[in-house]
């Protein structure tokens, strides 16, 4: 928390410079200053320049959230915005109950139009508190909104210093409706949309049905962002941040299901398989800068461009994960056909066929239909389920997590919540599989004379994959208790670890699984209950070879 005892530390890391009790930060381009006189504790804001003060209540040391608002005006006057464009307590009439309300900054867009709303909190409790309301009734955030319905973000906003730095926070909201829910809105009258929402109340009610109570991070201040052209800017691989407890992600997820009247929660749990494999392969082909393309692109995504981009790593993840292969259709698979022949009527051939082929590829059932989809209503419908899905997901990382075991359970808990199983199905627990690994002496196994030797793992019906996830991390530790607590490679999975499943499902949920607990060069072989069965087996003894025969018309050995 920023208070009077640090406040100089502070001013002194972000630029001001101090001339007895003064400090000043002054800003040549817009010929303005802003000056903290310790003497008279006072904070004078460059007004003379444009930038308004419609109370004076903050530009005094009476309260920490002052300082707060001080830091935040500072960061804005450095990232570019002009000081005639911020307004310090703008002052609305809320009606009878509430007296008045304040906003700490509000700055505006070069037409006089409001583009954004700070709310300052000091930071720790009263952020948090903040946050919550919001989340809960829109809170103060809301009203101000309701006042400027112009506003295209709100913010709430803190800073503190930390080992002499100073560090801020700040969740964004977005105030405009996507485009994509407005076509949406056209064919579907459930679907409500901001702009139909005149009270706090129903703008709430938006936020929190159509937008799922969606947050967003910072927007305003980082490095890569722009004055006056704020925006949701392409996630990056670097910005990927591990899961936690505090998440709740299944109980999202299930809100998504709820407020969808999705009610088939198994055909959902399918659909989230192929989305995890989906950002399974994007997160390994993507270095640390790169943009990531399992994201919602709001304000350029369309439901089609979105989807288009799934279906191709779908395809790529199916092929490297699981070995099968995928057909799809890019959307210059019009122009490269075509191209090879030569008419005058070109233009209008290919035309009619991307309309085609577009008809065919987005309002048909596929690996992303969260609803049965067979017209151009039930694909936006569909859509909408997509996105929301999408950005449940996307801001976390599931390769190279630091808390790998909360990623297996939160795993876990989606394949309870969703898998329904089928009569001869049983998920042995994980308690018990972890158990069981612990029961056998791994270490006097694994310790030999030139070294450590790791033991395979094989499990003929690896269902989720509990009994090869929980196998790998028990060898892990036994490896690094020989190694003298030493951390281990997992390079060893790949000639190791070896499972079979005849539920094509489950055999991707295993897959999955391994990735998520650090171990995705483990071996997962799927075997179909019907027809023709292809096996690739890994193991290398005659009596296996007799097994797998009575089940399989062609048995492959890899070993």
């Not at 303005?32 to 003497?39: D, E, L, Q, R, T």
């Not at 929301?388 to 599931?398: A, G, K, N, P, T």
């Not at 394949?415 to 627990?429: A, D, I, S």
């Amino acid at each position: 928390m920023i208070t009077i005892s640090n406040l100089k530390d502070v001013l002194n890391s972000i630029g001001y410079k101090e001339d007895k009790d003064t400090f000043i930060k002054e800003y040549q381009e817009f010929g303005c200053a802003i000056i903290v006189n310790f003497k008279e504790q006072t904070i004078q804001y460059p007004e003379e320049s444009g930038l308004k003060v419609h109370k004076k209540t903050t530009c005094n040391f009476s309260e920490s959230e002052n300082f707060v608002v001080l830091e935040c005006v500072t960061r804005l006057l450095d990232k570019g915005y002009r000081p005639e464009h911020i307004e310090l307590e703008k002052t609305w009439t809320l009606g009878h109950e509430q007296k008045s309300g304040r906003a700490d900054v509000l700055v505006k867009e070069d037409t006089g139009k409001t583009l954004f709303i700070i709310e300052c909190k000091t930071y720790g409790k009263e952020y948090e508190k903040a946050l919550k309301d919001t989340i809960h009734d829109g809170a103060q955030l809301f009203s101000y909104w309701q006042q400027e319905k112009h506003c295209k973000w709100l913010a709430l906003y803190t800073s503190t210093l930390n080992k002499g730095k100073v560090e801020y926070k700040v969740h964004a909201i977005d105030c405009s409706d996507d485009k994509n829910l407005e076509e949406l809105a056209k064919k579907d009258s459930s679907i409500q949309l901001y702009k139909n929402a005149y009270t706090v109340p129903d703008l709430h009610n938006v936020w929190k049905e159509t937008h799922e109570r969606r947050l967003l991070g910072d927007i305003f201040f980082r490095d890569d962002s722009v004055a006056y052209q704020v925006g949701v800017k392409p996630l990056r691989k670097r910005d990927l941040v591990d899961f936690s407890g505090d998440d709740k992600v299944v109980n999202r997820f299930e809100e998504i299901l709820r407020h969808n009247n999705v009610s088939d929660k198994e055909n959902a749990f399918n659909r989230l398989i192929a989305l995890f494999i989906c950002k399974l392969v994007d997160e390994l082909q993507k270095a640390d800068d790169d943009i990531v393309e399992f994201q919602y692109k709001v304000g350029t995504d369309t439901y089609e461009s979105l989807q288009d981009r799934l279906q191709r790593l779908h395809k790529e993840g199916m092929e490297e994960f699981m070995r099968e292969e995928i057909y799809y259709v890019s959307d210059d698979y019009a122009e490269k056909l075509v191209k090879q022949y030569t008419s005058q009527k070109r233009v209008k051939m290919i035309e009619e066929l991307k309309n085609t082929l577009r008809i065919l590829k987005f309002y048909t059932n596929n690996d992303f239909a969260f609803k049965d989809v067979h017209n151009e209503e039930l694909f936006y419908q569909n859509g909408k389920i997509l996105v929301e899905m999408v950005q449940l997901f996307q801001d976390y990382r599931i390769i190279g997590s630091a808390d790998l075991q909360m990623l297996g359970d939160l795993f876990e808990q989606l394949l309870n919540k969703g898998f329904k199983q089928n009569e001869g199905q049983f998920f042995t627990p994980t308690p018990i599989t972890r158990f069981i690994w612990d029961s056998l002496p791994l270490k006097e196994i694994m310790t030999k004379t030139d070294g450590i030797e790791y033991p395979k793992i094989i499990d003929y019906a690896c269902g989720a994959g509990h009994f090869l996830t929980e196998g790998f991390e028990a060898i892990q530790v036994s490896a690094n208790t020989i190694n003298n607590n030493e951390s281990s490679s997992n390079h060893w999975v790949e000639k190791k670890i070896f499972g079979i499943e005849k539920d094509y499902r489950l055999a991707r949920v295993s897959k999955i699984s391994l990735f998520m607990h650090g171990s995705g060069g483990g071996n997962i072989g799927s075997l179909s209950n019907v027809g023709v069965f292809t096996l690739r087996v890994f193991f290398g003894t005659n009596h296996m070879y007799g097994w797998c025969h009575s089940f399989c018309s062609k048995v492959e050995y890899v070993l």
